[in-house]
């Protein structure tokens, strides 16, 4: 078992979200996990990232379909819609550090990617 990104709290229920080989590098994927929409992406490293798919200056559900790049070295994602630009690993806004969408524990099991949003 590989474990990416993994979180030590929240990861006691895990929902298979999609095989890792179905993840382009550098693109996102929506997933239902629960009642929650995930972005789901996977770099050009192989590394694995969940966060909320919601756009919190939009109002839009859109961070999947945003562009995956980065900033000081870390992984990030623009929005489609006005080009905020967020953390993969923290979930920050790095135009605007006082706004944040939730991140959520990833991991592969057997060629399987899982998320927990407990």
Not at 48 to 61: E, I, Q
Not at 69 to 84: I, L
Not at 87 to 103: F, H, R, Y
Request: net charge negative.
């Amino acid at each position: 078992m590989t474990i990416l990104n993994e979180t030590a709290t929240r990861t006691d229920r895990w929902t298979p979200v999609c095989s890792y080989t179905d993840l382009l590098p550098e693109r996102g994927a929506a997933v239902l996990v629960g009642a929650r929409q995930v972005a789901v992406f996977r770099t050009f490293d192989g590394a694995l990232y969940a966060l909320g798919n919601f756009d919190p200056f939009s109002g839009a559900y859109v961070l999947s379909r945003g562009i995956v790049g980065t900033r000081g070295g870390e992984p990030t994602v623009a929005s489609p819609m006005h080009k905020q630009v967020f953390s993969l690993v923290t979930g920050v806004c790095v135009d605007d550090p006082g706004v944040a969408v939730p991140t959520y524990p990833i991991r592969v099991t057997d060629g399987i990617v899982e998320v927990s949003v407990v």
